[in-house]
């Protein structure tokens, strides 16, 4: 109803409709680019951020395997009796499949996390179906089973996301609650500090592997996980995977 309309400014005239078209392009560009990068949002498809009983927080890994922490980690969780998910990226899989392989007999969950950590929103359709099934093939390849869950890298989905992931045979597309931000550089303390946010209930995002080198230094996460893991299970806190948590109940968002 505004297309030609006239908005009164002083002694000028100026039509209300290259400013309005503008106005709209802008707040479009920002909602797409929200819900492109916004763990929370569901814009572009359902995905699971929590796991649906306060009692229970899911840890999550990305970018591994990687030789020079997940060892330990394993270690770590398994001292501490705890199952945990990893989203990992074909190609380190390709690169270290005996990591991988540890990580499986250890009972954990597996994910997808593409072949090459490719930020999916900017490439095809096709090139993002070719990224899934490459990583799909190299875990199933490796470690004798095929994912079910897939969490795109740097978090950035797009409108052709869901069906892909859909189409691979995937249940469903993951994000998180809460993240340690522990791909960046920072001291024990701040990360130990990050991870004193996580309530029951959450998906916690945390890395094991680093997309932009092989192998990569995460000793923050190690030093972060040895502080709170007993912390947590003293608060009564139980330890789920995404498999655990499909199992039980449908999760929210």
Same mark, same amino acid.
């Given at each position: 109803?505004? /297309? ?11 039509? &209300? ?15 797409? &680019? ?58 380190? $899989?390709?690169?270290?499949?005996? $990591? &991988?392989?540890?990580? *499986? ?16 929103? @900017? ?14 093939? *190299?875990?199933? #390849? ?6 079910? +869950? ?7 989905? !797009?409108?052709?996301?869901?069906? $892909? $992931? /859909? ?8 994000? +998180? ?24 209930? #959450? ?5 094991? !592997?680093?997309? /932009? ?9 190690? &030093?972060?996980?040895?502080? @709170?893991?007993?912390? @947590? ?21």
């Amino acid at each position: 109803m505004f /297309r030609g309309a006239i908005l009164p400014m002083g002694p000028f005239n100026i039509s &209300a409709a290259p400013l309005i078209g503008g106005a709209s392009a802008v707040f479009a560009t920002g909602a797409v &680019a929200w819900g492109a990068i916004a763990s929370r949002s569901q814009l572009f498809g359902h995905t699971i951020r929590h796991t649906g009983d306060s009692r229970t927080i899911a840890l999550t890994f990305d970018d591994g395997p990687n030789p020079a922490l997940t060892p330990n980690l394993l270690r770590v969780l398994e001292v501490n009796h705890v199952h945990a998910t990893f989203f990992l990226i074909g190609s380190f $899989v390709k690169k270290c499949p005996g $990591v &991988a392989q540890e990580i *499986a007999a250890c009972g954990h969950t597996i994910g997808n996390h593409t072949h090459t950590h490719r930020p999916l929103f @900017w490439i095809s359709r096709g090139q993002a179906a070719d990224e899934i099934a490459r990583c799909q093939d *190299a875990i199933e #390849e490796t470690c004798g089973r095929r994912p079910m +869950w897939m969490r795109p890298p740097f978090g950035i989905r !797009g409108p052709h996301i869901s069906s $892909v $992931v /859909r189409q691979a045979g995937l249940k469903g597309v993951v994000m +998180w609650s809460r993240s340690a931000r522990d791909w960046k550089p920072r001291s024990v303390a701040d990360t130990v500090q990050r991870l004193s946010h996580v309530r029951g209930g #959450e998906i916690v995002l945390l890395h094991d !592997g680093d997309c /932009r080198r092989f192998p990569g230094d995460r000793h923050l996460t190690l &030093a972060g996980l040895d502080y @709170w893991l007993p912390m @947590w299970k003293s608060a009564g806190l139980e330890f789920v995977t995404l498999d655990d948590i499909a199992r039980h109940e449908t999760p929210d968002t």
